[in-house]
T-cell receptor, first 112, second 114 residues
Framework: AQSVTQLDSQVPVFEEAPVELRCNYS??????LFWYVQYPNQGLQLLLK??????LVKGINGFEAEFNKSQTSFHLRKPSVHISDTAEYFC??????????FGDGTTLTVKP | EPEVTQTPSHQVTQMGQEVILRCVPI?????FYWYRQILGQKVEFLVS????????KSEIFDDQFSVERPDGSNFTLKIRSTKLEDSAMYFC????????????FGQGTRLTVV
């Protein structure tokens, strides 16, 4: 079984500031890791994913995340946020050919 | 890029009515999933489907729910007698069985039960 913990339910930040959204996971098997963004009343949009290889992955909209196997973490970062980044962010893990397990989500609010 | 498509994007139904949510997975995918997201909450797994049968289901997926792959392209979720608490966003996903397996999600169907 897998579990995902998003350590911050809400993250307020000023525009152009850096941000980190934290995600820890636990799993008894190897998993793939994902970050999704969800804007109000919309579906899930894949931001980035870690399947294998380099532990630093870059995604859309200037986001990146680093997979840390020893700490079982997959934190999402962006060096400079915009107002348009205000949204709900979900971390998820998926074993090969298995169901995805999502975290509770982090609400990122970017203030002017 | 191939994508999972869901129809309709929004459905309103009266309590007690049956609804069918439709999904067209990516064509060469073999694993199919339904997830649910109640407003303001996280995404929850409902059911997975492989080789024409349910491979796993959550406790949410009770006898009111059923899934079907009626032809080679569609994957449906049926709720037999909707309740107010079934109001949610329903996401379909599919994946293949390759080495780098990831699930591709559709944009969701928002179900409103009134």
């Amino acid at each position: 079984a897998q579990s995902v913990t998003q350590l911050d339910s809400q993250v307020p930040v000023f525009e152009e500031a850096p941000v980190e959204l934290r995600c820890n996971y636990s799993s008894s098997v190897s998993v793939y890791l994902f970050w999704y963004v969800q804007y109000p009343n919309q579906g899930l949009q894949l931001l980035l994913k870690y399947l294998s290889g380099s532990t630093l992955v870059k995604g859309i909209n200037g986001f990146e995340a680093e997979f840390n196997k020893s700490q079982t973490s997959f934190h999402l970062r962006k060096p400079s946020v915009h107002i348009s980044d205000t949204a709900e962010y979900f971390c998820a893990v998926t074993p090969r050919a298995g169901k995805s397990t999502f975290g509770d989500g982090t609400t990122l609010t970017v203030k002017p | 890029e191939p994508e999972v498509t869901q129809t309709p994007s929004h459905q309103v139904t009266q309590m007690g009515q049956e609804v069918i949510l439709r999904c067209v997975p990516i064509s060469n995918h073999l694993y199919f999933y339904w997830y649910r997201q109640i407003l303001g909450q996280k995404v929850e797994f409902l059911v997975s489907f492989y080789n024409n049968e349910i491979s796993e289901k959550s406790e949410i997926f009770d006898d009111q729910f059923s899934v079907e792959r009626p032809d080679g392209s569609n994957f449906t979720l049926k709720i037999r007698s909707t309740k107010l608490e079934d109001s949610a966003m329903y996401f379909c996903a599919s994946s293949d069985a390759g080495m780098n397996t990831e699930a591709f999600f559709g944009q969701g169907t928002r179900l409103t039960v009134v």
